[in-house]
């Protein structure tokens, strides 16, 4: 069981998690939390122990050099702490890898942590591979199971079926522990989605902070997104057949009946972005 002898006494704290593996094409979720880390200071408090949930011949030890002197290091689940002054509450971030088994313990042993330093709100944060294209917004789903999160922050119900990964468990785990749970995620150009995009984690980040009613510092987001589109760009100018078919993709974003296309979901964002930029006091999430 994670140990609470190292965790501070946390001021209303919520929980925003994502994991390495099937949940994160092009590394997208897994940076927005180590972006998540540096803007404010992330302190770890705690790490699962690898060897309950971790193939080591998946997910190998790593040796290192520490003031001179060679150690392994582990790879596993650690757990951070931040505080926000622009949200005023902690911030647990959750930074880890998909689990290679145990998946029900391992649950179970973030979910009590969670339920123990008092959090109320868990974010989960993923990254899919999708038919858009690398030239236009980059789309962030926003979803929940809890009735009265999808009428606060207006939010659609998650319609999928099919496998889900360990951000799936989790948030659901989450909703049956009775805190509040949101789904995040977002939708990377297939054709570009087996390196990292910074243009996608800035989709999460800013979509984040709508969610949770403070500015987020961007750092480096924007030129790192830049980047990557131009890269993007000299990809397709050379193959004739790419640039066609990110054309069609264009094309079908450009003329789809987007429900952020139409001026009531206009006006919502607009007053957000208000209430984020003029809000003394915590966010919604209380």
């Not at 001179?68 to 647990?92: F, K, M, N, P, Y």
């Not at 959750?94 to 330093?117: C, D, H, K, N, Y």
């Not at 999808?150 to 119900?157: A, G, M």
Request: charged letters at 25%.
């Amino acid at each position: 069981m994670i140990e609470l002898e190292d965790v501070p006494e946390l001021n209303n704290p919520v929980v925003i998690a994502a994991f390495e593996g099937w949940n994160d094409a092009g590394e997208a979720a897994t940076a927005a939390i180590d972006h998540l880390v540096d803007v404010w200071g992330a302190e770890a408090v705690a790490a699962l122990d690898p060897e309950d949930y971790y193939d080591f011949q998946v997910n190998r030890p790593r040796v290192v050099l520490d003031e001179g002197r060679r150690r392994i290091h582990w790879r596993t689940t650690r757990i951070l702490v931040a505080s926000s002054e622009s949200l005023q509450r902690d911030v647990i971030l959750v930074q880890g890898i998909e689990p290679s088994f145990r998946w029900r313990a391992f649950t179970i042993e973030l979910m009590e942590f969670a339920q123990q330093v008092g959090a109320s709100t868990v974010f989960t944060l993923g990254a899919l591979m999708a038919d858009v294209a690398h030239t236009r917004p980059i789309p962030v789903t926003a979803t929940s199971d809890d009735e009265d999160v999808l009428h606060r922050f207006d939010l659609e119900p998650s319609r999928y079926e099919g496998p889900t990964g360990i951000v799936g468990v989790l948030a659901d785990a989450a909703t049956q522990s009775g805190m509040q749970s949101i789904s995040l995620w977002a939708a990377v150009p297939h054709y570009a989605g087996h390196s990292p995009s910074p243009k996608a984690t800035l989709a999460l980040v800013s979509r984040l902070e709508e969610l949770l009613d403070a500015p987020i510092p961007h750092g480096d987001l924007a030129d790192g997104a830049k980047a990557w589109e131009r890269g993007i760009n000299e990809l397709a100018e050379t193959d004739e057949e790419v640039a066609e078919y990110v054309q069609s993709l264009e094309e079908a974003q450009d003329t789809a009946d987007l429900p952020e296309a139409s001026g009531d979901a206009i006006a919502r964002e607009f007053e957000r972005y208000l209430r984020r930029r003029g809000q003394d006091g915590p966010g919604p999430l209380g």
